[in-house]
C-alpha cells in the first residue's frame, strides 16, 4: 500500500462547500447553543439598516458578532470599543464566509476592558496635572501662512487634508513631518514628527500644527493614547488641533490639544479660513473706504458753501479763492479714485502671484511624490525576481538558503519565483568529473 492512498474498499465523501457549512453549523447548535460570552468589544459599528457588527476578544483569542436591529434596541446603553461586557447568543456558521459568529441577542456591561481602563487612568493622571486645563489652549490664527501636519504617508487622513486646504486656502503653505500612526513604533515616531514641527515654528515658519489619522478601533487609534505623546502635544508653541478617528472616537491627543476636530477634514477646515471669504471682506472695505472719502469731501464742499453764503456776495478775490479751492478738491476727488483703483489693481495681481506661487509648489510636491514612488517601485524586490532569480528557503526550518554549503542532500526547498513558488528537493551534488 502506497503512502496517502485510500483503503480498498471504502468510500471517501467528498463534501459540498455548503453542506459543510450547514453541517458544522448544526454541529454547534447542538453542541454550545445557547451561549453567554464575556469580552471586550472591539471595531464596533452600527450600519444603517440599525445592525451593530464587532468582535469580542480576551487575552487568548476573539470571535466576529452580530447584534440585529431588534436586539440591539432593547440596549441600555451604547456600547463602544474597549468595555468589557457579557452577552447571550447563539453560535453559528456565516455560511456565506464560512465564519465562525456569534449572533448577539442580549448584551450587559461587565466593567471597563483592559485598554480602557489604561485610558482612563492615564486620562485621570494627566488632567490632575493640569494638561487639560482649558485655561491653557490658544486660539487659532485667523490668517496662517504656513501650517504643519503629521500623519502617515499612506493615510488617506493626508489626502482629505491637503485637498480641503488646496480647495479653501491654497495659499497657505503647508510642511508635511511624516510618522507612522499605528503599531509599537508610532508614539515615538509622532513625536519626532513634532518636535521638528516645532524648530520650524519656534521659527516663525509655522503658525498651526494638525495632528490627523482615520478611525479606527481603540487598538488602532491606541499610539495617540501615549503619555509621551500627550506630553509633547502641550508643548507645542503654536496652537496644535487633533483630528484623530471619527466624530464618536476620544483620545489623549484630543484633550491635550489646544482644539479637538471630529475628523481630519474639519481640522482642516478649523485651521485655515476659506481665501475666497478673506477676499470678499478686503472688497467690502474698500467700498466703505471709498464712500467715507467721498462723504468727507461732500462734507468739506458744503461747509465752503455755507461760508460763502454767509459772507454775502463773493469779492473778485474771495471767487478766486473759492474756484482755486474747487479745483483743489476735483484733484483730490481725482487723486483717491486713482489711488484706490490702482490698490485694487495691485490686489488682484498679487491674488494671481499667490495663486501661481501656490501652484507651482503643489506641482513641484506632486513630482516629487512621483520620485519617491518610482524609487519604491524599483526596490521592489520581484522585479529582481523576473530576471530569472530565485529565493531559496528550508522548508523545515524556515530559515533563507543563501550559500550552497546550507543546501543539504535530501533538504525540502521552496524556491520563490516571480509568479509563484515550487517545491523542490536537493540531489546530492555530483562527484568532480562526473
Known amino acids: 500500500m502506497t503512502d496517502g492512498a485510500p483503503l480498498q474498499g471504502i468510500a471517501r465523501r467528498v463534501w459540498a462547500v455548503g453542506a459543510l457549512c450547514r453541517a458544522v453549523a448544526d454541529a454547534l447548535e447542538s453542541r454550545f447553543n445557547p451561549v453567554s460570552v464575556r469580552g471586550e468589544i472591539t471595531g464596533f459599528s452600527r450600519a444603517a439598516s440599525g445592525h451593530c457588527y464587532f468582535s469580542l476578544k480576551d487575552a487568548q483569542g476573539q470571535v466576529r458578532c452580530a447584534m440585529f436591529r431588534r436586539s440591539a434596541g432593547l440596549l441600555d446603553f451604547s456600547p463602544r470599543d474597549g468595555e468589557l461586557v457579557e452577552v447571550t447568543g447563539r453560535l453559528g456558521v456565516y455560511e456565506q464566509r464560512g465564519d465562525l459568529q456569534l449572533v448577539v441577542e442580549s448584551m450587559r456591561r461587565a466593567g471597563q476592558g483592559a485598554l480602557f481602563e489604561q485610558f482612563l487612568r492615564l486620562k485621570e493622571k494627566l488632567e490632575a496635572e493640569g494638561l487639560f486645563d482649558a485655561g491653557r489652549k490658544r486660539e487659532l490664527p485667523l490668517l496662517p501662512r504656513a501650517i504643519g501636519i503629521v500623519t502617515s504617508l499612506g493615510a488617506a487622513a493626508l489626502h482629505d487634508v491637503v485637498t480641503c486646504l488646496r480647495r479653501r486656502a491654497p495659499h497657505v503653505s503647508v510642511v508635511l513631518a511624516p510618522a507612522a500612526v499605528q503599531g509599537a513604533q508610532a508614539p515615538g515616531e509622532l513625536v519626532a514628527a513634532l518636535q521638528s514641527l516645532y524648530r520650524l515654528a519656534g521659527d516663525g515658519k509655522l503658525d498651526a500644527i494638525l495632528l490627523v489619522r482615520g478611525g479606527g478601533s481603540i487598538e488602532d487609534l491606541w499610539a495617540f493614547n501615549d503619555e509621551q505623546l500627550a506630553r509633547a502635544i502641550v508643548q507645542s508653541p503654536v496652537p496644535l488641533v487633533s483630528g484623530v478617528g471619527h466624530e464618536t472616537?476620544?483620545?489623549?491627543?484630543?484633550?491635550?490639544?489646544?482644539?479637538?476636530?471630529?475628523?481630519p477634514t474639519a481640522a482642516a477646515e478649523l485651521a485655515a479660513q476659506p481665501l475666497e471669504t478673506w477676499l470678499a471682506a478686503l472688497r467690502m472695505m474698500h467700498e466703505r473706504l471709498r464712500e467715507a472719502a467721498f462723504r468727507r469731501i461732500d462734507r468739506a464742499s458744503q461747509r465752503l458753501d455755507q461760508a460763502a453764503a454767509h459772507l454775502g456776495r463773493p469779492s473778485?478775490?474771495?471767487?478766486?479763492?473759492?474756484?482755486?479751492?474747487?479745483?483743489?478738491?476735483?484733484?483730490?476727488?481725482?487723486?483717491?479714485?486713482?489711488?484706490?483703483?490702482?490698490?485694487?489693481?495691485?490686489?488682484?495681481?498679487?491674488?494671481?502671484?499667490?495663486?501661481?506661487?501656490?501652484?507651482?509648489?503643489?506641482?513641484?510636491?506632486?513630482?516629487?511624490?512621483?520620485?519617491?514612488e518610482l524609487r519604491l517601485q524599483l526596490l521592489d524586490p520581484r522585479l529582481v525576481l523576473q530576471r530569472g532569480y530565485a529565493l531559496l528557503t528550508d522548508v523545515d526550518s524556515g530559515h533563507p538558503i543563501t550559500s550552497a554549503r546550507d543546501a543539504h542532500a535530501g533538504r525540502h526547498v521552496r524556491a520563490a519565483l516571480a509568479d509563484g513558488e515550487v517545491d523542490l528537493r536537493v540531489l546530492p551534488a555530483a562527484p568532480n568529473g562526473a
Open 249 to 263: 472616537d476620544f483620545t489623549i491627543a484630543d484633550f491635550c490639544a489646544d482644539l479637538r476636530a471630529p475628523t
Open 316 to 372: 473778485a478775490r474771495t471767487a478766486q479763492q473759492h474756484l482755486r479751492i474747487e479745483r483743489q478738491a476735483q484733484r483730490l476727488r481725482h487723486a483717491l479714485v486713482v489711488r484706490l483703483q490702482r490698490a485694487r489693481d495691485q490686489a488682484a495681481a498679487s491674488d494671481a502671484n499667490l495663486r501661481t506661487r501656490v501652484a507651482d509648489r503643489l506641482a513641484h510636491a506632486h513630482r516629487r511624490c512621483e520620485r519617491i
